[in-house]
């Protein structure tokens, strides 16, 4: 029996409300299997916490988190509390922390879901975005000089390192070789205009493609892949990006694969030094908060993603085939997805599905 110790950290809005349902999934997964179990500590961190006591989590959190196996994360963010300071007092504390330089996002239409394009089916829809998570343009180096005066200026600062460009390049490449779809990878770069940063990133990339040589390569602008994921979705199999250009992109690919209910992530320390964190794309979404009707099908899949870190077993692939059967049969669905069901029977249903599958 291996027991996997799992820190869950709901946060805020509906963020503890689809984190209930991901635990229902994993634990129904635990139970069919038999050898695997998990064992879970709740931490109240987000933005109550944080006008409670001033900080978004404890100060030594990261101590206390560095025992767990994978950190569980719904999402942080509330109205009374500046996103600036919920997001960098928290998930950014935690993604750079411990070192989680891959963000990785799949994006992949499932049949059932509804895609905003016509005439695109799942098969043109099945990508992954490979996204820098702990440097680049989120790295927080800059200031504000003269703040509130008529020479008030602000200074934000790129950092890329050789060491963790090498590496997510590296890990897209590996990634492709193993999905084994087009064998290519994309370079989502902008270095017309990021005439250091782009041109180094870049670079990089031309460096680690030579080490890779059956995998075709494109190196496409930022603004272009936003057209073609609209324009031509099918032609993407691996791509690799910035953490700004990164976090935009998904969105956009969130909304090609069904909207934000569907958009799963992991944010990989691939040394396994420290645990690695788990958590829907999606933000808080307090315009729906509290009213139980938020899609957790994006993170049940975020919990398939964990599973897939902790084991190798290709039973987690029946996660995935629940959610769309669910979506097939179209009967339990949230309002987003033009349903009247309940998050938590949407759970409730996936879990039955898994049973009848495994
Ligand atoms: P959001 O993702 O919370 O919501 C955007 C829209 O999508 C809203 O209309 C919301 O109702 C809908 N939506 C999102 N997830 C849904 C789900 N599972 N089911 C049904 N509908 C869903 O993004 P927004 O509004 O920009 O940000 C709200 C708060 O969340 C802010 O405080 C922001 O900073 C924070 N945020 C946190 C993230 C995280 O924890 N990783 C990521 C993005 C935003
Ligand atoms: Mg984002």
Known sequence: MKRFKIAVIP???IGNEV???GIKVLDAFAAYKGNIGFDYEFFPWGCEYYLKTGNMMEEDGLKTLEKFDAILLGAVGDPSVPDHISLHGLLIKIRQGFNQSIN?????????APCPLKDKK??????VVIRENVEGEYSGVGGIRFPDRPEETAIQTSVFTRKNTEKIMDYAFKLAQKRNKFNKVTNVTKSNALNYSMVFWDKIFQEVAGNYEE?????THVDAVSMYFIQKPEAYDVLVASNLFGDIITDLGAALQGGLGFAASGNLNIEKEYPSMFEPVHGSAPDIKDKGIANPMAMIWTAKMMLDFLLEDSDTEAIIKAITEVLVEGKTLTPDLKGN?????????????LKSIL
């Open 104 to 112: 990785l996002r799949p994006v992949k239409l499932l049949p059932g």
């Open 19 to 21: 984190t209930a349902e």
């Open 122 to 127: 799942p098969e043109d829809i099945d990508f």
């Open 11 to 13: 946060g805020d809005g």
């Open 215 to 219: 995998i075709t390569t494109e190196t």
């Open 341 to 353: 069901a309940k998050t938590s029977e949407v759970g409730d249903a996936v879990c039955e599905k």
